[in-house]
Nanobody, 124 residues
Framework: VQLVESGGGLVQAGGSLRLSCAAS????????MGWFRQAPGKEREFVAA???????FYADSVKGRFTISRDNAKNTVYLQMNSLKPEDTAVYYC???????????????????WGQGTQVTVSS
């Protein structure tokens, strides 16, 4: 599956953005989808994931502020980001994987396909 992210940009602290990730192919519904991010000089980290059955998983740092959702009819996964903070600044990546266990949802090694990333910058 091929993935294309969109929706990144520059926003002030406290603001909101919605990222979208469009997937190609007819098997989107069979994949768990995740969002990861990488800030300059830091390792890529888990942000949120949604299973095929729409169970959701969040990093503690974004819980209560970010919401992941998917629309299988549109082959798209979303990340609604509210109450953004400067520390949320990063390149955000969408990923897809045939994952069935919660432990694997948060582990980037289990994701097979990755998008090119979209920059999110939060100014203070």
């Amino acid at each position: 599956v091929q993935l294309v992210e969109s929706g990144g940009g520059l926003v002030q602290a406290g603001g909101s953005l919605r990222l979208s990730c469009a997937a190609s192919g007819r098997t989107f519904s069979l994949y768990a989808m995740g969002w990861f991010r990488q800030a300059p000089g830091k390792e890529r980290e888990f942000v949120a994931a949604i299973s095929r059955s729409t169970s959701t998983f969040y990093a503690d740092s974004v819980k209560g502020r970010f919401t992941i959702s998917r629309d299988n009819a549109k082959n798209t996964v979303y990340l609604q980001m509210n109450s953004l903070k400067p520390e949320d600044t990063a390149v955000y990546y969408c990923a897809a994987g045939r994952i069935t266990t919660p432990q694997a949802m948060v582990d980037m090694r289990y994701y097979e396909s990755w998008g090119q990333g979209t920059q999110v910058t939060v100014s203070s």
